[in-house]
Each structure stands twice: as C-alpha cells, then as structure tokens.
C-alpha cells in the first residue's frame, strides 16, 4: 500500500512540475502575474510529493519488502539498518528518484528563500528547473521504475554489493548528487537570464549561493568516494582516473571556474557571456556524468546495471537540455552588453585566466574519458588512457593554476600592480623554494615534479596566509587594530582563505602520496617482522572474526617503531554471506605526516599470510585539505551579504571604517 | 566572426551527441568488442620474458591453445579476474600466457607475488607496442588463440564467471578436443 502511495505522489510530482515548467514561463512573457506566481507552490508541493514517494522507497527498504523489485534485488533481512536505507540510493532506480528529490529541493529552496527575486526571472527559472525535473521524473517512471511489484514475493533478497556496505560510502552518492544536481539552479538562473537578455550583478549575487552550495557538496562526495576506495580496495590508492570518476570531477572543475567567473560577473559586470556559458556547462558536465555512468557506453566499475533504452533517454534528455540553452545562447549572448573594462593584469584577468585554465583542463580530462570511446565508434585502432596520459596533460595545467592563485587574490580590480603583488609575496616565494628544497633533499632530487608539486603547494599555502595578514595589515598596525580588522572581514574572505589553503594542503598530500609512497608485499607467519620506513610490523596471529552478516579473517600487527610499541593494527578480509564476495578492509592508523596502512590477502593453508604494508606519506593532508575546502565553501555561504542581498560593495565599504577606527 | 565564437559551443554539443548516439547502438557491446582480428593469424609478436620466465613469442604459439592475457599491476580491474585466470590456467589442455602492459616489472613482480603466478609465460611491454598490434582498448583483455595460431575469441573488459562458464569454457573444451 505505502509503495502505491509512493508511486502515486511521483506521477503527482511529474504533473506539478509540468504545470511549473509551464504556465509560469508563459505568464512571465506575457505578464500574468497570477501564473508567474504559481511556480512557487507547484515548487513546493512538487518536492513534497517526490519527499513522499522517496520516504515510501526507503521505508519498503527498512521493513525489507520483498514484494518489491529492486529492494528485492538490493536488499536482505540480515544487513544492518543504515546499509538497508543507503541501498536504496544504491542501485540505479532509487539513486535517480534520489536525483529528482535533490532537483526539486533546489527548486523549493528558490521557491521559499527567494522572495526579493525580480519575479520575472524567479518564474523563469523556475519553470526551468521543472523542466529538467519533468523530463527526469518521466525517465523514472517509463524506463526505471523503482517501485515495480514482484509476484509472488521471494521470502529473502539479495544483498547490497558489500564492496558499498560501508558507513563512508552510504553519504557519498547523497552528498555527490546535490552536488551534480545542485548545478541544476546555476543552470535554470542562465537560461532565465538568457530568455530576459539581461545579466547583471544581482544574478551573479543570486547564482553564486547556490553554486557555492553545490560545489561543497561535490568536493565533499568526491572526497568521500576517494576515501572508500582508499581504506576499502585495499590498493593504497585513492584515485585511479576512472571514467566514473572522472564523471564526477569534470563539473567540479567547471563548477570551480563558474565560482570565480560569477565573482567579477558581480563585481565589475564583467564576463557576463562566459559566465552564462560556464553555468550551462557545468551542469551540462553533470548530464553527461549521469549518461556515462548509466547509459553503459563506457564500462566502469561504478556503472549501473545497464540498459541501452535508459541511455537513450538521457540522451534525449541530454540533448535537448543542453541543445535548447546553447541554441539560446548562440542567439541571445551576443546581444548582452559589455560590462567593465579591465587591462590585463588586474583581479578579473587573474580570474580569467584561472577559467581558461580550469576549462582547458576539463577538456583533457574529457578527452581522456572520451577518447577510447571515439576511437572505438569510429573503428581506429585503441589505446589505452591511464594515468600517464593524465599526468601528462593534467599537471601541467593545474601548476599555474595554482601558482596563479597565489598570486591573483593580492592584484586589484581594474588595472593590478604585477610588481607590487610580487613584492608582498617575496616571503611566500621564499618558504616555496625552502620547501621545494626540503622535497628535492628526500629523495636526492629524484622526482622535479614532485619537488615541484611541493613548492606549488606551499607557495599557495604562504601566499594565502600573506593575502589574509595584508587584509588585516598584520604587523603595520598595532596588533589590537589588526584583530579587530580580522574579526570585521567579511566571512566570503575568510571562505576564500579557507577554500585556498585547503586546496593548497591538499595538493601537497597529492603531490607526496604520489611520489613517496613504499610498499611491500611479502608472505608472513605470525611472529614474523617486516620493516618499511621508520616502521616495524610484527605479525601477532590471524583470527576469525564474526560481523552482522559476514565474517572474517582479522589479522593483528604489533607495529614498532624505533624499537618501542607505536601501535596496534587489525586488517580484516571480509567474506559477505549473501553476495559471496571478498572484501579487504584496510587497518590504517593516521599520524601527522603519513598513514600506516595493512592489508591481509589470503592465506596459504600452511600459516602464512600474503600481506601488504604501504607507507602513504602524507594522505591524511588530502582529506583535511578537502575539509579545509568545503570549510570554506560553507564559511562563504554564511556571509551576510547572501543573507540581506545587500550590494556587496557598500557592505565593504562600511567594513573597513568600522575596522580603523 | 564574432557570431561563430558564440554557436561553437552548439556545435561541440552536436558532435558529442552524434559520438555518444553512435556509442549506444545495441550492436556495440562495450565489453565485448567485436575485434577484426577473429579469425586471423595473430600479429608476429616477440618480447622479453619478465624476471626468469620465459618470454612470448607468438609464432611459437601453434600446435597449443592458447589463452593470452594482457594485465598490469596498476590495473584494478586485473586483481578482480585474476582468481578466475587461475581457474583457466587450471584447465587440461590450454596454456595461459599473459603480457604486462605498460607496467614496471618491479611491480609486476610484486603483484604476482602476492596474487600468485598462473601464466606459464609472460612478456614484457613496457612500450604498448605489442599492445597496439592487438589493437588494445585498454587491460585487462584476454584472448583465445587456436592451434593454429588464429585467433577464435576476445573479451575486452575483465573476466566474470558468466562468460568464463558460458562461452570461454565451451569454445576451450571445443578447442582442445
């Protein structure tokens, strides 16, 4: 019964969001108020029914309702609570009614917070939302249905894919999808924009909220992803340049560009075109996600269950999203008027040059996700795209990147003072180079790039420091003044600290975790030593171990260091009863420069035990990198001026008064 | 001029959607690539041994069938299958060969240690040459070989124990009869 009411409030939703992808768009062209004002409730009650049919999915998930398709598929009476819910984002029917619940959300959220919208552009971008949400709400019911019945009902189901049962990986897809999804609002603000031909900075105030939202929630699922597949494959790898992978970092880094281009949309009226370009885009990067991973043209040890008619839906869906808003854009962008004029080393050509570089390594990774694909279809011969192609193309695009952040937050709007910004910075280039030569010194100068990639990382990390001690004149001004500078900055300065030095952390783990990192494989009998680095593993035994529904071998290492007790380590392998699969889960015990990382594979039957030890230099500082950046995100979002939607230059203006006095 | 700069992006868009129309034709089966080569010779081929095994030479490869793995020890997907490999390499009556593509042979050897070593030779391709000569989408990839040195069967994506049980074990048991 519930799943019926369940199934029922999605055709609701879809007949909702027709009537919001509608009337709405049309009274906002011909000035029926009364229609333009309908997209709000049919926002709201459109993500009230989808909330509705969603609960209904995961309550058949937590009775385990057998009686129903995929929770017969995806779940068994004996898998714990939590993993019973996540399942029901685990497999492709739940985790796209997951994808039209979030894109009503973001529309609801518009709908409610967004009362001093100019209506006009709040109807539009509305019904534009509603669109997207009809053609995936439509897509749910024709082509996956997730509350399909099965008769008779089995009495037991099968389980979620243990590689998944895993408290990390149950938020990932969650927090990724309002990240892709949430990209959606970006989207139907430009080609609202683009319907009116009207672009200034109050849509750059409006977009930026939820971008930034977005993009928080996509850093953290990435960060989420790569974590599972650390601790849970047991490779000691966190990111392998998979397709599916690369589906999910391609609109972070457009996302990432669209942060910045929206800033000198809102404060110099600038860049407007590309900006609306970079909001289609970057949700376009996310329809191109969702048609990779589900549509089965590329194979991925992500995808779902596959089926050509899904993918030819996306397509269709695809197609005509981002077909209709470039068309719009082919016709409407080159009308919009040119805003501020800027030379080319200032603020906004430091932002410029950051989208273009951000863009042209969006491309390589397309490419590189594409290329095997194309070459395929188009009967060349094959290669194979890895991480060399990556690193070759890749790296060398993010260094300036990140030599450039360093530097562009100290030029000035309009005309920057190159020599000047390099001139505060001297101190920070300093530290770089000291740094750099710490890296070249570990391993004798063996790897430039790494050294390099060390240097990059701390150069940004000081020059960030430097940008913020500047702002608040640390050291020129007695040091009471410049605390109470600190305190009056406003809070999207410090998310932009934040969100740097993040990046700046993480990419020195990056940089570390790739070139040091030791390993050694060996068989081991209890009692046995193996040393790596600084570190001593003794193999104490092999126990079995019993969980909810599976059970495991537990290894237990005594880990030495210098002689002396450092820790204990219990590496498990994992048999699932239902899906008899093995699982490796990683013991990794953190410090501040490194993980100790364990891995027991099988035994031999004779009382050896092929073991594997890595030394992660540094990986801890990618994950709090990543903390660091969605820190930062979330820092920005609670600044003020997103709150009153006060011009944000007059909010600085008075700032700085308040903060000499 | 101007005008032009602003469709590029439509025109981008169209040719990725013509790309990925192409790409989910029904006929096109991702993981199992339909390959030119069935039925032909296989390509002359020689290459170094990796450690003390013996290396690959294809034109020895006649008068036994033949199964040729490519892996590499950065390659994910290769742990997964290679359990199943095992199983293959089990098999009366069928040499399991395998490649290392573009892989270290200190890690190579490092994955075998720990994964054990089921290939009764293995050539290094430390370039990819080899691998182009097979027209490698990408590893792991396994093929079949007859006795004659032709190749009857390809799999371009890992090993699962549906397509070892339906259609690799059939052809190899119909192969060495």
Known sequence: MIIEIGHFALVLALVLALAQATLPLIGAQRGIRAWMALAKPAALGQFAFLLIAYGALIHAFVVADFSVLVVYQHAHSQTPLIYKIAAAWGQHEGSLLLWVLILSFFGALVAFFGDNLPPRLKARALAVQAMIGSAFILFALFTSNPFARLSPAPLEGQELNPLLQDPGLAFHPPMLYIGYVGFSMAFSFAVAALIEGKIDAAWARWVRPWTLLSWVCLTGGIALGARWAYYELGWGGWWFWDPVENASFMPWLMGTALLHSAIVVEKRDALKAWTLLLAILTFGFSLLGTFLVRSGVITSVHAFAQDPARGLFILGILALALGGSLTLFAWRAPTLKAGGLFAPVSREGALMLNNLLLATATATVLLGTLYPLALDILGGGSVSVGTPYYTATFVPLAMPLIALAGIGPLLGWKRGDLKGALHRLWLAGGFAIAAMGVALWIDFGKQALAAAGIGLGAWMLAATFTEWAERIRLFRIGLGASLRRAVHLPRAAYGMSLAHAGLAVAIIGITASSAWKSEEVRQMKPNDSLTIGSFSYVLQGVTPARGENYIAERAHFKVMKDGAFYTDLYPERRQYMVQPMPTTEAAIESHLIGDLYAVVGEGDGKGAWTVRIYEEPLVPWIWSGCLLMVLGGIVSLSDRRYRVGAPSRSHVAQALPAAGE | ?177
Not at chain 2, 39 to 55: D, E, F, M, S, T
């Open chain 2, 1 to 177: 001029m101007r005008r032009l700069f602003f469709i590029l992006p439509l025109l981008c868009l169209a040719a990725l959607v013509v790309l990925f129309w192409r790409g989910l034709d029904p006929a096109r089966d991702p993981s199992s690539l339909p390959s030119v080569l069935i039925g032909k010779k296989i390509a002359a081929v020689n290459l170094p041994g990796l450690g003390a095994r013996p290396g690959i030479n294809t034109a020895e490869f006649a008068g036994d069938v033949t199964v040729l793995n490519f892996f590499a020890s950065w390659c994910a997907p290769c742990r997964a299958e290679h359990p199943l490999i095992q199983e293959l390499a089990a098999m009366p009556g069928v040499r399991v060969v395998g490649i290392t593509f573009k892989d270290v042979p200190v890690d190579s050897e490092k994955y075998l240690a720990e994964l054990g070593d089921p290939y009764a030779a293995i050539g290094v391709d430390e370039t990819g040459r080899a691998g182009m000569e097979f027209g490698l989408t990408g590893v792991p990839e396994t093929y079949v070989i007859d006795r004659d040195g032709i190749i009857r069967y390809r799999l371009a994506q890992p090993l699962d124990p549906g397509r070892l049980k339906d259609e690799l074990t059939p052809l190899l048991l119909d192969l060495t009869q």
